[in-house]
């Protein structure tokens, strides 16, 4: 899967060039997406799906005024990228006038980030069929049924404008995940890089085995609230929420549990969240897809909020800077018990100890309380150690008190789930969690 074969800057700004030359519009876009993927499902212990795909779209944007139409195309032939300006053009025609319209953005300037590895794009079936192989090979040591996937993608994503803007950024990433099934328990580990080679997947594997173990036979413990031990996966569907409720035109409305709370303390003052798309552990990107380049900013300072998410309008109607992807969330906290969740169960005199949260709705957005489930691997902690697994929980709970309610936490580690993206963000040991009921299972 190697990146040259897909498109290069030079022949994106030759296609963009086309499009834009061929449009009457007061304003024109064209974007890129040119992705080559291949993906290892497992599952029942045996590998049941290779796929590997390119994916290539070319958008184009037209305004008259502040009417705008889009369309795109698969066809990298002059031809049908002139249609894809006329059907373009056609549509912003017949678009009514939006009183939110802005221009295209004018030149900027980039940073330069390590968003492609080369191993990653050179990847081959046999690669990640290995990788598949060693996690089948180790659960059905342990007597436990594999299921997850291990995946490889390389792409090319680019934005050009009438107004002389040009971004190109190739990027790659590797995902590897697996659940390890027993009768009645399960466990599971989960993680994204840049690199394949960073996926850890031998370790990962091996923790997952051990929860499954671990938890097998669990007990019911009754709800009610506990000291938790969140680890990082537990901590991003928690967090991740927040992350949301930092929009600014919500702020400004009064529709975000934020509301009025610039410049105060909203979570422990030990916490500063800041996005950081040069670590190497996480996947940010150079721009976004409107072409606004990736920013550093601190967005919680030691607990206070120092930074709203504006979009282009919002910023104009307040004077601020727009904000580019929140995509490198890095939370980390002055104080750490350590590097691992380990530190936090040795130093946990009773409380539950979660691998993972699911299923997670909104409560009530006033405060941002949220609900959700345990999952994939839920323990009793007493006097240090796991002594045992337990029935999951449905808990309800906001993750501004729960952050504001900490006893310990680590530095940050990987974090990914199924409903969050990649973050750095440390596992966190907090008073008094609400778990609101005992599931059957």
Not at 8 to 36: E, W
Not at 68 to 87: F, Y
Not at 390 to 396: G, I, K, S
């Amino acid at each position: 899967m190697p990146a040259a074969t897909l498109i290069d800057a030079d022949a994106f700004r030759a296609r963009a060039d086309i499009a834009l030359k061929a449009s009457a519009g007061d304003h024109s876009t064209v974007s890129l997406r040119d992705a080559d993927s291949a993906t290892t499902r497992f599952a029942v212990n045996r590998v049941v799906q290779n796929v590997h795909t390119r994916q290539f779209n070319l958008s184009v944007s037209v305004s008259f005024g502040t009417r705008s139409g889009s369309a795109a195309t698969t066809d990298l032939s002059d031809d049908a990228i002139r249609d894809a300006v006329r059907r373009a053009e056609h549509a912003a025609r017949q678009a009514p006038e939006d009183p939110e319209f802005l221009p295209p953005l004018e030149p900027q300037r980039y940073p330069v980030l390590p968003t492609l590895r080369r191993e990653t794009s050179a990847a081959s079936p046999a690669r990640l069929a290995s990788d598949a192989g060693a996690a089948i090979r180790l659960c059905r040591a342990a007597g436990l049924t594999a299921a997850g996937i291990v995946s490889a993608e390389t792409r090319s994503v680019g934005v050009a404008a009438s107004s002389g803007l040009f971004a190109f950024e190739q990027r790659s990433q590797a995902q590897f995940s697996l659940t390890a099934i027993g009768e009645d328990s399960s466990g599971w580990t989960y993680n994204a890089a840049r690199s394949i080679d960073d996926l850890d997947v031998a370790r990962r594997c091996a923790v997952a085995i051990e929860k499954a173990r671990r938890s097998a036979g669990p007990r019911a413990a009754p709800a009610g609230r506990y000291t938790v031990i969140l680890e990082p996966a537990a901590v991003a569907g928690l967090f991740g929420p927040l992350l949301g409720a930092l929009n600014a035109r919500a702020y400004y409305r009064g529709a975000s549990a934020l509301a009025g709370k610039l410049g105060q303390t909203i979570l422990d003052s030990r916490l500063t969240l800041r996005n950081r798309p040069d670590h190497p552990s996480l996947l940010g990107a150079g721009f976004d897809g409107q072409g606004l380049p990736a920013d550093f900013k601190t967005w919680i300072e030691r607990g206070v909020l120092r930074e709203l998410d504006y979009d282009r309008f919002t910023a104009k109607e307040h004077g601020a800077a727009p904000s580019a992807a929140l995509d490198a969330p890095h939370l980390s906290g002055a104080g750490a018990a350590g590097d691992t969740v380990d530190e936090l169960i040795r130093t946990t005199e009773r409380g539950v100890l979660v691998t993972n949260f699911w299923y997670i709705r909104s409560v009530n957005p006033t405060d941002l309380t949220l609900t959700g489930m345990t999952r994939d691997g839920t323990f009793l902690v007493e006097h240090g150690e796991i002594v045992g697994g337990l029935v999951n929980f449905r808990w309800h709970d906001s993750p501004l008190r729960a952050l504001s309610a900490l006893d310990a936490f680590t530095a940050p580690l990987d974090a990914i789930t199924l409903e969050r993206g990649k973050m750095l963000l440390p596992a966190l040991r907090i008073r008094d969690f609400n778990f609101s009921s005992v599931t059957r299972f």
